[in-house]
């Protein structure tokens, strides 16, 4: 089994004869030291670093062929995407998916080419709503927050409006009392 070193239970046996002469800490693996270690475990190399694909899509080398597999996926597929194939509404997904794709190449409006599906698609979502809570959420903080800035834009616009109300009226006190001085300085 291994070398036994002393008649003390707690150092009976060791696996390394080189540690018969040192009895303290065992030495740190390689990969613990920064020399030994191998370039990936290195500090600050970014190969060991997570990315999100949708972030780091330009980083990733592109194949040659397409870079395409049978089903039409990417193998390089962005989180959002397989997430939304991971739910139940995978076939939804994909039919919006190459609607847009197909709007996209013929160069028409997607909202109104998509709407169908879209509106499909949202509909499952909302029957899978567990799953898809963090999509739904985000969607529904995203509204919130366009109709926060048109409702701010309108309020804008129409105190534009009431300013220039305003001013017209001034304007037109103004050119009254003109007038009226006008016809006294005529009369007298």
């Known amino acids: 089994m291994g070398i036994t070193s ?31 270690s191998s370039p990936s475990e290195k500090l600050g190399d970014s190969s060991t670093v997570w990315r999100d694909p949708v972030d780091s899509e330009s980083d990733q080398p592109q ?19 397989l997430f939304m194939k ?13 609607c847009v794709e197909k709007a996209e190449k013929n160069k028409e409006d997607i909202v109104t080419n998509c709407m169908e599906v879209t509106s499909m698609l949202k509909k499952c979502m909302d029957e899978h709503s567990d799953y898809y809570q963090p999509i739904l959420a985000a969607e529904k903080a995203a509204e919130a927050e366009v109709k926060k800035e048109l409702e701010a834009e309108k309020k804008k616009e129409e105190e534009e409006k ?16 003109e007038e009226v001085a006008a016809k006294k300085q005529a009369q007298g």
Not at 65 to 78: K, T
Not at 86 to 98: H, L, M, Q, T, V
């Open 6 to 36: 002393s008649s003390d239970p707690k150092t009976e046996t060791f696996s390394d004869p080189k540690s018969q002469n040192n009895e303290e800490a065992p030495a740190p693996a390689p990969s613990e030291e920064l020399g030994d």
């Open 162 to 177: 009431e300013l220039e109300a305003e001013k017209k009226k001034e304007e037109e006190k103004k050119i009254s009392e």
């Open 86 to 98: 991971g739910g139940g509404c995978k076939d939804s997904f994909i039919a919006w998916e190459e």
């Open 63 to 81: 194949e040659e062929g397409g870079g395409g597999d049978a089903d039409g996926e990417e193998e390089g597929e962005c989180g959002f995407c």
